[in-house]
């Protein structure tokens, strides 16, 4: 069964920080683009952050330059630094990819930041 599983959710307060993960034990992360979305309560899932296979980056605005995503290949884990948080960036966090012409997502990861 393929799998994407996040972890390192928390709750934080104004300003602080975390790193979310997302690990698969069947798709190798190196050959594939890993993108990150995060949902608040009463809001669509917005796309958060993506890492190409190549190593390139992108990100929204609204996270941009506070986040930070990368791969660890040896741990075949990806990674979503997130700094200088604030309230608006609660959510529920996602990661996905495309692997054999279909899409993967993890089950997310809660994230919250307090005022």
């Known amino acids: 069964q393929v799998q994407l599983m996040e972890s390192g959710g928390g709750l934080v307060q104004n300003g602080g920080s975390l790193t979310p993960a997302c690990a698969s034990s069947?798709?190798?992360?190196?050959?594939?683009?890993v993108a990150w979305h995060r949902q608040a309560p009463g809001n669509e899932r917005e796309w958060v952050a993506t890492?190409?296979?190549?190593?390139?980056?992108n990100y929204a605005g609204s996270v941009n330059p506070r986040f930070h995503i990368y791969r660890d290949n040896e741990r075949n884990t990806v990674f979503l630094q997130m700094t200088n948080l604030q309230p608006q960036d609660t959510g529920v966090y996602f990661c996905?990819?495309?692997?054999?012409?279909?899409?993967?997502w993890g089950q997310g990861t809660q994230v919250t930041v307090s005022s």
């Open positions: 890492v190409t296979a190549g190593g390139a980056t």
């Open positions: 069947r798709i190798r992360f190196s050959a594939n683009a």
């Open positions: 996905n990819t495309f692997w054999r012409r279909q899409e993967y």
